[in-house]
């Protein structure tokens, strides 16, 4: 069994920043058993986007909206994968979820809403 549950979110100022927190709880098992952990998210009316990937082996994927503002990691210790988020926008406002991929299961939370407004 494998959940993810994330937490963080929150209402900022533009310019303002965040830590988002995915904690992974998988029987017999660890965020290692995953070979990729991303966060994504989707703004009212618009597709789910990529925003961060990391994968088994510690490789790091932005997306182009986010890169140099976002970073994403990991606690192995603490089967936490988090989302450090500087420099936010308005247009960065969305629910924000954790997903982990095993092969070809993804496993989803239940989502963190970030909210940028002045």
């Known amino acids: 069994q494998v959940d993810l549950a994330e937490s963080g979110g929150g209402s900022v100022q533009p310019g303002g920043s965040l830590t988002l927190s995915c904690v992974a709880s998988?029987?017999?098992?660890?965020?290692?058993?995953?070979?990729?952990m991303d966060w994504i998210r989707q703004a009212p009316g618009k597709e789910q986007e990529l925003v961060a990937s990391?994968?088994?082996?510690?490789?790091?994927n932005y997306g182009d909206s986010v890169k140099g503002r976002f970073t994403i990691s990991r606690d192995g210790a603490k089967n936490t994968v988090y989302l450090q988020m500087n420099s936010l926008k308005p247009e960065d406002t969305a629910i924000y979820y954790c997903?982990?991929?095993?092969?070809?299961?993804?496993?989803w939370g239940q989502g963190t809403q970030v909210t940028v407004s002045s």
């Open positions: 998988v029987a017999h098992g660890n965020i290692f058993d995953f070979n990729f």
């Open positions: 990391i994968t088994v082996g510690g490789t790091v």
């Open positions: 997903r982990g991929r095993i092969m070809s299961r993804s496993y």
